[in-house]
């Protein structure tokens, strides 16, 4: 059974947000615990709270300051070096956030362009809506991925002159050419040439 999402925002509630805090520092307290003893480092825990007039402290008060005595040792550079606040937080989440939705994006937009390619190699561009931008695009989708097929397809013929051992057979195998050669031949249908002839759409948009 999935746990229910958590809402982070504030407790209005004045007993559930006390009920709450220390259910939470309890468990803070435990991971402290545990990070401790099972990493073999040192830890410790200051909490203020609206509840206590003196603040808590783990594991105790000497515990407590041999860490910040350790920590103010260290250079101005190594303190601040992990550090972050709450709006750094934040922001460092914003970007991961919007990376991974760019990429997502592109990957989207190169799976349609793709799905698009062999919809019209198959026949069935015509049901495709394209509009000026799109068939731009899509021109030079197709011509990188004829630049990729073609550079794959030389890479196997210079390898297969390298290596002289090879089996007679090994030749009759797939290859990039039998990739190729049906792209191109779809290309040159008159009927497809307007879709992946860039040259095509500039000299038809001077008319």
């Known amino acids: 059974m999935t746990r229910k999402k958590l809402n982070l ?7 559930m947000r006390k009920a709450t805090f220390n259910k939470r520092k309890k468990g803070l307290v435990k991971k402290i ?21 003196n603040p808590e402290v783990w594991p105790s008060n000497s515990e407590v300051k041999n860490v910040m005595e350790n920590f103010e040792m260290l250079t101005k550079l190594e303190q601040e070096k992990k550090m972050v606040s709450h709006e750094g937080f934040i922001r460092q989440n914003i970007s991961k956030t919007m990376e991974s939705n760019n990429k997502k994006m592109i990957d989207n937009a190169e ?5 698009a390619m062999f919809q019209l190699l198959s026949g069935k561009g015509e049901k495709l809506n394209l509009t000026d931008r799109n068939r731009e695009d899509l021109c030079k989708y197709i011509d990188q991925y004829l630049k990729e097929l073609y550079h794959h397809k030389n890479k196997t013929i210079n390898q297969s002159h390298i290596e002289p051992g090879e089996s007679s ?39």
């Open 169 to 207: 057979g090994a030749t009759n195998a797939m290859t990039p050419t039998s990739v190729v050669e049906p792209i191109i031949s779809s290309i040159q249908r008159p009927n497809q040439v307007n879709i992946f002839s860039s040259n095509f759409l500039s000299s038809d948009a001077d008319q």
């Open 33 to 53: 615990h545990e990070l401790s003893v099972l990493c073999g480092i040192e830890a410790c825990a200051v909490i203020y709270s609206p509840f206590n007039s």
């Open 111 to 115: 799976r349609t362009m793709k799905e």
């Open 9 to 15: 925002s504030y407790i209005t509630n004045e007993s």
